[in-house]
């Protein structure tokens, strides 16, 4: 069986999760400390960041964006990134945003703080960082709003990994309880339809040692 190296609260290993749930992949899940710097993980991905997946042959795959278009390649039954050359365009930008621009001014400024920080022993959290990624929250929420409020799906008519990043960086979020998902009830919706289907299972079940999630966490209507 394939197996993924990945974090908990890594939005870039649930968005990977969130895939092979999506296509009903079977895997073995591998919690990776990756701030003890082990040096048999080093050895698959000298990054030393997850995710990484290793397939059955010993082949590996680092990085969420190549993971998750080699597993659209590996299996089209169930496409994430459907649609025309333009679609799959507006599916990659969107994806984008979340990985780069979401993750650096929302989770990292929260997750990253709140979290992480503890984890690899580099001092107390930030109160300055913390209230700018509640500040830049309330913005992405509004962005997600208004895509949410003018189209079916994130990047269109089709459910896609647009939808799967986008859910992976907020469950992230709201697992500690931050999103203040009564000022932007298009979003709440939206993130409720994607919070139900059943690939999003196992996150709602991860549980941080010494991190209790907040309450409405696994609740499918808040």
């Given amino acids: ?11 870039q290993s649930r968005l990977i999760r969130l895939v092979l749930g999506e296509k009903r992949m079977e895997v073995h899940l591998r919690a990776e400390p ?9 050895a698959i991905n000298p990054a030393g960041e997850v995710p990484v997946l290793v397939e059955d042959d010993g082949s590996t795959i680092a990085g969420s964006q190549a ?34 621009k979401f993750d650096r001014e929302v989770t990292d400024l929260l ?16 109160s300055a960082a913390i209230r700018a ?4 929250l309330q913005i992405h ?16 008519d089709k459910f896609s ?8 960086h907020l469950s992230c979020v709201d697992y500690l309880g931050d999103v203040p ?5 298009e979003a709440k919706e939206w993130y409720a339809r994607v919070k139900s289907r059943p690939a999003f299972r196992s996150l709602l079940a991860d549980a941080v040692p010494g991190l209790r999630p907040v309450g409405h966490y696994a609740d499918l209507d808040f």
């Fill in 34 to 42: 990756v701030w003890e710097r082990r040096d048999e993980f080093l």
């Fill in 141 to 156: 929420l509004a962005y997600i709003a208004w895509l949410a409020e003018r189209r079916t799906w994130l990047a269109g």
């Fill in 67 to 100: 993971i998750a278009e080699y597993l659209e390649e590996c299996d089209d039954t169930v496409p994430l990134l459907p649609g025309t050359i333009a679609d799959r365009a507006e599916i990659r930008r969107l994806v984008s945003w979340f990985d780069r």
């Fill in 133 to 136: 990624g509640h500040s830049n």
């Fill in 1 to 11: 069986m394939r197996t993924l190296y990945h974090l908990a609260l890594s939005p």
């Fill in 111 to 126: 997750v990253g703080e709140k979290v992480m920080k503890r984890f690899l022993g580099i001092g107390e959290p930030s």
């Fill in 161 to 168: 990994l647009a939808d799967l990043a986008a859910a992976a």
């Fill in 181 to 185: 998902w009564d000022h932007a009830p």
